[in-house]
């Protein structure tokens, strides 16, 4: 059983233009959602994450937007730049504080 | 400076033959982790440790085994039972290993076939 549904699997985007990845989940017990970026070579990092109880977050360029009833969340990055450029994954935390990953965006961005 | 340090980069594996994969951290975190990473996949959890000489496996067990006798260590084995061991292995780290709590990688071991 699939619990997390990541896309596009691969996007391309011009400098200055805004990039955005969504994950779909089922299991409803899941409380925590973070988006982890990762460079080749190198382990993934924490870029945002977002609680269940707000709608939204916003951090620099990067914004979380979370539809809990349609058990949504989504990484928008404004302003995309070249060294944006990575791959990008969703990790929702489940109940046993295990964070169960989607299987990645690899975000390109053409100066 | 605080971190998690994966060892070695590389490491190339015999047919029948046992691995052992490093990782350390200073960070004095309580919860270790072990994820596999194969080719346009996400990650997937070996096995986790909240405290020490206390472990868990994850989904995908069979063929690893582990051991955290220390806090700041926590060493993957790889053992010949794993027919498929090829992809990168990445080691993190949580404070605890409650809600919310962000976990911090080390930057892998690449695992080969020879």
């Known amino acids: 059983q699939q619990q997390v549904k990541q896309s596009p699997q691969s996007l391309i985007v011009q400098k200055g233009g805004i990039s955005i990845i969504n994950c779909a989940y089922e299991n409803t017990a899941f409380d925590y959602f973070p988006w982890y970026q990762q460079f080749p070579g190198k382990g993934p990092a924490l870029l945002i994450a977002i609680r269940p109880d707000v709608s939204e977050k916003k951090e620099g360029r990067f914004t979380i937007s979370f539809n809990k009833s349609a058990k949504q969340f989504s990484l928008h990055i404004m302003d995309s730049q070249p060294g944006d450029s990575a791959t990008y994954f969703c990790?929702?935390?489940?109940?046993?504080?295990?964070?169960?990953f989607g299987s990645g965006t690899r975000l390109l961005v053409r100066p | 400076d605080g971190g998690i340090t994966q060892s070695p980069k590389y490491l190339f594996r015999k047919e029948g033959q046992n691995v052992t994969l490093s990782c350390e951290q200073n960070l004095n975190h309580d919860a270790m982790y072990w994820y596999r990473q194969d080719p346009g996949q996400g990650l997937r959890l070996i096995y986790y440790?909240?405290?020490?000489?206390?472990?868990q496996k994850g989904d995908i067990a069979e063929g690893y085994s582990v051991s955290r006798e220390k806090k700041e260590s926590f060493p993957l084995t790889v053992t010949s039972a794993q027919k498929n061991p090829t992809a990168f292995y990445l080691c993190a780290s949580s404070r605890t290993g409650g809600i919310g709590q962000p976990q911090h990688f080390g930057d892998g071991t690449r695992l080969s076939i020879l």
């Open positions: 440790s909240q405290i020490v000489n206390d472990f």
């Open positions: 990790g929702p935390m489940d109940s046993s504080y295990k964070l169960i």
